[in-house]
């Protein structure tokens, strides 16, 4: 399916469910919510699915789209969704059209547009729109504004490509704020997760010349900073930032007594075969496991396996 | 003067000195090479002013491109330069051609390049060296990549347009090394600094149901963290990340008994207002002034005149 084929398709049906992923991003969100308001500009009656798992951030953007109750679905289109095991409702079998950019798409829909090499969700539904209704509204460049940037870190991942770039410049021609979503998604944070960055920081030590920088996250320290869910976003990241480090180990203390470690690493340095000893796993330069002790022990641990494994 | 007698003109040239700013930036650096390389693949003798400002993170991109002591110019050319207050040696009245993006540039030169309208200097010499030499090495890229990215902070701050983005598609499909320019340039700092961050944190202080943030930055800080020039940039914007707050100061002490005031706010509060009661002064959104006192002494008074100011 092409991307003409894929607009045509969606023309000529009524009554379409737009359905987000589970632990929804914002690229799953804002290309669905841009999707949506589109297919509406093109006459179509369409809504989104009112996924409860999107987050405070995110709700604003997407829950005037929520299809009401006794909204009857007749044609059901999944965005951003991989695989059918990432829906958090049940929609097993039952969609029509899957629009991704996962290359690991698995096909679980009747039809599947999905093109592999884009960065973001957002990219495709951008050519999409283009293609339905000849423009994009500033909502909608909005909307796929936060799926591209959320999706590339606000260009600072590696999925960061001249096509994201060109689609990010599209975008701002079409009236995209993306100072209001620059300040949401990357600047602004609750106070408590500054309290908890603060403790965070404090915590790291580092071993073998800074080469090795671990974090620890314990349940005092949540308390402390009163922390929700929504405060803990990419708290693995954190030792990373330290320059000398090249292995970064972020221990987080959970309420049965184990730690939740994740393991980052520079190319050279095998996160996966750190963890495997403690029948974790991962990839080469991103890696977790569980271990069973206090933080302070389940370091002691890690950074005693890190310098068997890594020589 | 268009980019092309621009062009046309660098290329008749010989013996040409590039000048960056005082306090060298990302931009001026970035540019500065980027033009001394194309000029040099232009067969042109190309030197960079080994400007003893330039810190450890642009260095190894500047050096290898410093004028030896033996250097005679016959042509200086000055990057990124508004005015000529800002040089930091004697090129005043020197300089034959002046390339800036400044608005407000005030024509010191014998000849002048400006487009106030770029968020950065570097898409001005990037649309110069492909009109000198029809193509951009990835080396240059790269160079103009930092020139970009700093001056709109990663794509963050409000200058960030649809020519910004169009300029990153061109500088990445010319091989631009953006991993390496987002870890050094927006990712990676020293152990200090971190810190640092964490004392900071720490330190803010909310007034007004959270509407007002205090951050200090006392002596005692700065010694135990061991931050040195280096760690200090952008201090003023760490306590701006606070949700709640739409007003924030930084109370930086400093070593004769003052303190350093850093104000920012949202469109609507005035912290210009505010520093003017101390003496200080600056633009609406950020201002600054000095106050004698303890860094506690000096948040209160900052609170109670932002107290009455902003009512």
Redesign the interface.
């Known amino acids: 399916m092409n991307v003409e084929s894929c607009a045509k398709r969606l023309l000529t049906h009524e009554n379409i469910l737009i359905v987000t992923h589970k632990n929804p991003d914002g690229d799953t969100c804002g290309s669905a919510a841009a999707l949506c308001c589109a297919l509406r500009r093109g006459g179509r009656r369409a809504w989104l699915f009112p996924n409860p798992q999107i987050g405070r951030k995110l709700l604003p953007y997407c829950e005037k789209y929520f299809a009401p109750a006794d909204f009857k679905p007749k044609y059901i289109v999944s965005v951003d969704i991989a695989d059918a095991k990432l829906f958090c409702h049940g929609f097993e079998g039952k969609v029509d059209l899957c629009i991704d950019h996962h290359p690991s798409n698995t096909h679980f829909a009747e039809a599947s547009f999905v093109v592999g090499e884009k960065a973001s969700c957002a990219e495709i539904v951008l050519e999409l729109i283009e293609c339905m209704n000849a423009d994009i509204t500033p909502e909608e460049a909005t909307l796929l504004y936060i799926g591209l940037s959320t999706d590339t870190g606000?260009?600072?991942y590696?999925n960061?490509?001249?096509?994201a770039?060109?689609a990010?410049?599209?975008l701002?021609?079409c009236g995209a704020d993306?100072?209001t979503v620059?300040t949401v998604f990357?600047?602004?944070?609750?106070?408590a997760r500054?309290?908890l960055?603060?403790?965070i920081?404090?915590s790291?030590r580092?071993f073998r010349d800074?080469k090795i920088a671990v974090a620890l996250v314990t349940l005092k320290m949540l308390r402390e900073a009163g922390a929700g869910e929504d405060d803990l976003d990419d708290l693995a990241g954190l030792a990373?930032?330290?320059?000398?480090s090249l292995l970064n180990i972020t221990v987080r203390e959970k309420e049965d007594g184990s730690c939740r470690v994740s393991v980052r690493s520079v190319p050279g340095v095998d996160s996966s075969a750190i963890c495997a000893v403690f029948g974790g796993g991962g990839h080469a330069m991103a890696a977790g496991c569980t271990v069973f002790g206090t933080p302070e022990h389940v370091c002691e641990l890690m950074v005693g396996v890190a310098e068997e494994v890594w020589r």
Chains 1, 2 share one sequence.
């Open positions: 606000c260009f600072q590696n960061t490509d001249a096509a770039f060109t990010a410049a599209e701002v021609r993306i100072m620059n990357f600047r602004k944070v609750t106070a500054i309290k960055e603060s403790m920081y404090d790291i580092f800074g990373g930032r330290c320059e000398s």
